[in-house]
């Protein structure tokens, strides 16, 4: 209807789209979103980026397992970047039918249409009323209640002929990509002037020293409530590196957010000493992101504070490079783009994996915003949805990445089953599908991936110290902030806590299918949960009344320390909690391990789930917690993975020694 309604009122291209009489519906959203919506104004310049169909990924999960099983004699013989762009290329007959049409549509030259190195997609930027025209649509600002504002229409056509090449249009069906706010206590207790690495008296009310404590030294006594690189280094026996070249540098992407040299360097002082202070990463910029920023500039969120003052103060003498992605309105320079642009850039796609040509992707590496979108009406297939596709590509993208021996980690998220609140049409980012409102889990993004290594956060308990076991990370942040006299309270923040489940789109991979299995024949309380199993286009959520699907890749992976982290942002030490803090723990372990592996004329270790499935043992088993929401006590910690924090936390000797005898 739109198709029509557009074409005549631009008499224009009437005749450069007569070819288009049959049009087919591409994609459509099956329920509006509530948020408030306004017509994006005509003239704004809107980025398109085509995503067009690949050939050979069905083969891209043997590929993978052939250079990173332990059993395959092709272990660590990783794919060069042409090498796995050759082979996944979408066919040249795609590229000549969808760059054809553009042409056609008289809208643009040849070289107005951009190719990406990865040929998975083509670029144009053209203005919204253009592109209302050409996909018979039309596009909306929508504002969350958040204040964000992300552009999406709720449906598009393309042409029959150039449907079939295409996978999907952004923005689209899918919206731009919210900027993600990360949860966190913020506490405002300054310490001027303290220069020792450990904190006293500890920042906790009330708290005693743990027995077996005192025999402990000083910088180790009060981790169960102070975390430090100190106490991470302990719990996990890293050792302090002494050797590093510059070409094993990690590699952490930050997307908006922006770190400060003031809040690093504080940060070091303070609890790593044994980096210089003035230790900077490298910065990348990508698509003219713009860091350091000064402490306090609304980009100064404390995301970027953490992810290089926690990698830096692991990998050194090793560097850290950030991959910088900004979007403010300013940043690309090349068009006068409006408000929506500090919006669009959705780091997901193919073209921004093909920015990160790096070791290791740190934390939530800016592709942990939440798809698929499930709509409160529920999934309804994938043509109308709209997200199915989506993740697909995504997660294509990191299995090619795989190939090429990089890590790609996420952290799992920090909601337990559900999804950050309201992040899915529903206040407390849980699903509602099949009549149920609002008590399903809620898989999170990437981490349903089975090409990515998922990352939980783990805790220790203020009367434990680093040489107890961990739980899984769960704190009653309200309690905590009332406790010590800051910080926000209420809804979400009494229930944060380690996010995991079985994800609705993939199946587990056969590296995890035992571990899966053994998981759900153990007696636990998740066992009275209704459950329902997933149908390929994931359309049936929430069938039987079930609130989790039982045939799901389980996600995390591994897990790390996330709880009690001390960190300077905006000059003020302050205690963060979250899986963001654990990826980064997680993949400093994994650029060590590089290192070592360099050293002996091996490489990297690249895509290490199987790894790691293939001999557990490496890993520090955590058996007690769980990850409670959407009205239950979600699935419990246990012996062997578990859908609460994975396999474990690091155990760096164990985890040298196995990958050190690995090919
Ligand atoms: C940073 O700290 C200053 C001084 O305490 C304060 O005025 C400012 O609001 C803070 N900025 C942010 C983004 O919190
Ligand atoms: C945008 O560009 C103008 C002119 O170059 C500059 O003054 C302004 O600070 C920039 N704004 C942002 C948010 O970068
Ligand atoms: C961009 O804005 C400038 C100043 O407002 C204007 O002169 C120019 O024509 C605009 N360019 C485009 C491509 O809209
Ligand atoms: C679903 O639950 C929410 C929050 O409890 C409530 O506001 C809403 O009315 C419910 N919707 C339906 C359809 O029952
Ligand atoms: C969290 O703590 C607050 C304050 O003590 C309390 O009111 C709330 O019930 C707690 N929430 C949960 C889920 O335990
Ligand atoms: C186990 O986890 C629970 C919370 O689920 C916590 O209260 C308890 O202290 C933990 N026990 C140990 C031994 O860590």
């Known amino acids: 209807m739109l198709w029509y309604s557009a074409l005549a009122s631009a008499a224009l291209f009437a005749e450069a789209l007569s070819f288009s009489a049959s049009h087919v519906l591409h994609e459509k959203r099956s329920t509006a979103l509530h948020h408030e919506r306004q017509r994006v104004d005509g003239d704004a310049i809107i980025p398109i980026r085509i995503g067009l169909r690949q050939q050979n990924l069905h083969t891209g999960y043997d590929r993978l397992m052939d250079v990173s099983h332990p059993s395959s004699p092709n272990y660590g013989k990783h794919l060069s970047k042409e090498e796995v762009h050759s082979i996944f290329a979408p066919a040249d007959e795609t590229v000549e039918a969808v760059k054809n049409w553009l042409l056609e549509s008289g809208l643009f030259e040849e070289n107005d249409i951009i190719e990406y190195e990865n040929k998975g997609w083509l670029a144009v930027h053209m203005p919204a009323k253009d592109a209302e025209m050409l996909f018979g649509t039309e596009y909306y600002e929508h504002e969350t209640a958040d204040g964000e504002i992300r552009i999406g229409c709720d449906e598009y056509y393309l042409p029959t002929q150039v449907s079939s ?17 990360r949860q966190f206590d913020k506490r405002g207790i300054t ?9 006293e008296p500890p920042h906790y009310p009330g708290w005693t020293l743990p027995p077996g404590a005192g025999k402990l030294p000083p910088d180790l006594q009060n981790c169960g409530v102070n975390i430090t690189p100190t106490c991470i280094k302990a719990l996990y026996d ?16 930050e997307d908006y957010d922006a770190f400060s040299q003031e809040d690093l360097s504080l ?38 504070d953490i992810d290089i003052f926690l990698s830096l103060s692991i990998v050194y003498p090793q560097t850290v490079t950030v991959y910088q992605v900004d979007d403010l309105p300013n940043s690309s320079g090349e068009t006068n783009l409006t408000g929506f642009l500090n919006t669009w850039l959705d780091s997901v796609d193919g073209s921004y994996c093909d920015y990160t040509a790096f070791g290791i992707t740190g934390d939530s590496p800016g592709i942990d915003a939440t798809y698929p979108d499930p709509l409160p009406g529920g999934y309804k297939g994938k043509l109308e949805c709209g997200v199915y596709e989506l993740t697909q590509r995504q997660c294509n993208e990191l299995m090619k990445l795989g190939l090429q021996g990089h890590s790609i980690l996420a952290s799992s998220g920090d909601y337990g089953v559900a999804s950050f609140p309201g992040a899915n049409g529903n206040a407390n980012g849980c699903l509602s599908a099949a009549g149920l409102n609002g008590t399903i ?17 783990t805790r220790l308990y203020p009367d434990q ?29 009494d229930f944060f806590a380690t996010s995991g489940g079985f994800s ?15 998981y759900l024949e153990l007696d636990l309380p998740f066992q009275s949960l209704p459950y329902y199993e997933a149908n390929a286009d994931a359309t049936n959520i929430g069938e039987n009344g079930g609130v989790y699907n039982r045939i799901g890749r389980g996600w995390p992976d591994v897990s790390a320390n996330g709880a009690f982290l001390l960190v300077y942002n905006n000059l003020t030490e302050l205690t963060f909690f979250g899986t963001s803090l654990s990826s980064p723990i997680f993949g400093s372990v994994i650029t060590l391990l590089n290192e070592e592996r360099s050293q002996v004329g091996k490489g990297p270790i690249g895509f290490i789930n199987p790894a790691l499935y293939e001999n557990p043992s490496v890993l520090n088993d955590i058996t007690n917690g769980s990850n409670p929401n959407c009205g239950t006590q979600g699935f419990q910690a246990s012996k062997g993975w578990d859908p609460v924090t994975g396999l474990g936390t690091p155990n760096y000797p164990k985890m040298l020694e196995y990958f050190l005898s690995l090919p």
């Open 504 to 518: 609705n789109y993939f199946t587990p991979p056969s590296y995890q299918a035992k571990a899966v299995a053994a």
């Open 441 to 457: 889990y809620n898989p999170d993004n990437p981490s349903g991936c089975p090409y990515i290594t998922s990352v939980g956060a």
């Open 267 to 304: 940060s070091l002082e303070h609890f790593a000493p044994w980096v210089p202070a003035d230790t900077a990463p490298k910065v990348l910029s990508v698509d003219g992101g713009t860091a350091p920023v000064a402490a306090g500039d609304p980009r100064n969120g404390g995301e970027s």
């Open 165 to 181: 090449h295409v996978d999907f249009i952004k923005p689209g069906v899918k919206l731009s990509a919210p900027l993600k706010k």
């Open 191 to 199: 310490t001027p002037g303290k220069k020792k690495p450990h904190c």
């Open 238 to 253: 890293i050792p302090t590196v002494l050797f590093g070249g510059p070409e094993n540098s990690m590699g952490v992407y």
């Open 465 to 493: 110290t680093v040489d107890d076991p961990e739980s899984a990370m769960q704190v009653n942040l309200t309690a905590f902030n009332i406790q010590t006299g800051s910080g926000p309270v209420g809804e979400p923040y």
